[in-house]
C-alpha cells in the first residue's frame, strides 16, 4: 500500500523544485535580456513563480498580495510604459 503521506510530501517538494527552477530562470533571463519588453515579461513571469511558492509554503494572503500589486500593477506599468515610449525600429546608422 502506498503511504499517501509520503507521496504528497515528494509531489509537495517536486513542485517547488519546479517553482524555484523557473523563478530562478526567469530571473536571470530578466538580467539578461537586451529586449526590454522581453526583460519586462520575465519579470512578471519571476513575480508568478515568487507567488506560488508563498501559496506552497503556506501563505496564501502573501501569494495574493504579490499577484494583485506587483503582477497587476507594477507589472503592467512597466510594460506600458515601455511600449508606449517611442523608439526608432532598427536604430542602426542608415545605408544610404
Do not use: H, S, W
Not at 26 to 31: E, G, L, T
Amino acid at each position: 500500500m502506498i503511504d499517501l503521506g509520503i507521496l504528497g510530501a515528494a509531489l509537495e517538494t517536486a513542485v517547488f523544485g519546479l517553482l524555484a527552477l523557473v523563478t530562478v530562470f526567469f530571473a536571470i533571463f530578466v538580467v539578461i535580456a537586451k529586449d526590454v519588453v522581453r526583460a519586462g515579461l520575465a519579470l512578471i513571469m519571476c513575480m508568478f513563480g515568487v507567488a506560488g511558492i508563498y501559496i506552497l509554503l503556506n501563505a496564501q494572503f502573501l501569494g495574493i498580495i504579490q499577484v494583485l500589486v506587483y503582477i497587476g500593477a507594477i507589472g503592467v506599468l512597466i510594460l506600458f510604459a515601455v511600449m508606449l515610449t517611442k523608439r526608432e525600429i532598427g536604430g542602426g546608422p542608415r545605408a544610404n
